[in-house]
């Protein structure tokens, strides 16, 4: 590998704290998804994964507690000639469009043996065979919801991720956003 010239060391040092608000901001989010979303047996919170230009770095898949995920670092010409999104963060588990509530499925009154997250809604019936997850309604059933109804969309349109991001980028740059 060549050596980097002074102008490419100055460089990188310079979009060092725009290369970190974007890292942490990107992680940060998908902390907030795994918190936010339905956690059965944990598989779901740790399928995501974050996609920059040139590298990719994905979850480990695994049951149990979500586990963090590392942005992958970003080159600085990704960051200096690229004007768009720098990372794009999906999930690959394939319930994925169930747990975000994008399309409607059949859920069945089970509890796993070890949930990886406390139900948010505990004891309820569901109004049909097939409805969106979380859709729980009060009463004597055995149906349970670990995260909201429409939690994905009230996560991205409700301000909460651009929260994260803000305050990702403040901690880069000492300022107000």
Same mark, same amino acid.
């Given at each position: 590998m060549p050596r980097k010239t002074l102008a490419q060391q100055f460089e990188d040092i310079a979009l060092t704290?725009? =290369?970190?608000?974007? +890292?942490?901001?990107? /992680?940060? *989010?998908? =902390?907030?998804?795994? +918190? /936010? %979303?339905?956690?059965w047996t944990g @598989? #779901?919170?740790?399928? $995501?994964q974050i996609a920059s230009s040139s590298k990719t770095t994905t979850g480990s898949k695994a049951a149990g507690a979500p586990q963090a995920l590392k942005a992958p670092r970003l080159t600085a010409d990704e960051i200096k000639f690229k004007p768009e999104i720098k990372y794009t963060i999906t999930n690959t588990a394939p319930h994925k469009d169930y747990a975000l509530d994008f399309k409607e499925g059949r #859920? $069945?009154? !089970?509890?796993?043996?070890?949930?990886?997250? +406390?139900?948010? *809604?505990e004891g309820g019936t569901r109004p049909s065979t097939e409805h969106r997850r979380g859709q729980v309604s009060p009463g004597g059933g055995t149906a349970t919801s670990t995260a909201e109804l429409d939690w994905y969309? @009230?996560? @991205?349109?409700? %301000? !909460?991720?651009?929260?994260?991001v803000r305050i990702a980028v403040n901690q880069q740059f000492k300022g107000e956003l």
């Amino acid at each position: 590998m060549p050596r980097k010239t002074l102008a490419q060391q100055f460089e990188d040092i310079a979009l060092t704290p725009l =290369r970190l608000a974007c +890292k942490f901001s990107a /992680e940060g *989010i998908v =902390r907030d998804l795994q +918190k /936010e %979303g339905p956690s059965w047996t944990g @598989t #779901f919170a740790n399928s $995501y994964q974050i996609a920059s230009s040139s590298k990719t770095t994905t979850g480990s898949k695994a049951a149990g507690a979500p586990q963090a995920l590392k942005a992958p670092r970003l080159t600085a010409d990704e960051i200096k000639f690229k004007p768009e999104i720098k990372y794009t963060i999906t999930n690959t588990a394939p319930h994925k469009d169930y747990a975000l509530d994008f399309k409607e499925g059949r #859920f $069945y009154p !089970r509890v796993p043996k070890s949930s990886a997250k +406390k139900p948010v *809604i505990e004891g309820g019936t569901r109004p049909s065979t097939e409805h969106r997850r979380g859709q729980v309604s009060p009463g004597g059933g055995t149906a349970t919801s670990t995260a909201e109804l429409d939690w994905y969309n @009230t996560y @991205t349109g409700g %301000g !909460r991720m651009d929260k994260t991001v803000r305050i990702a980028v403040n901690q880069q740059f000492k300022g107000e956003l």
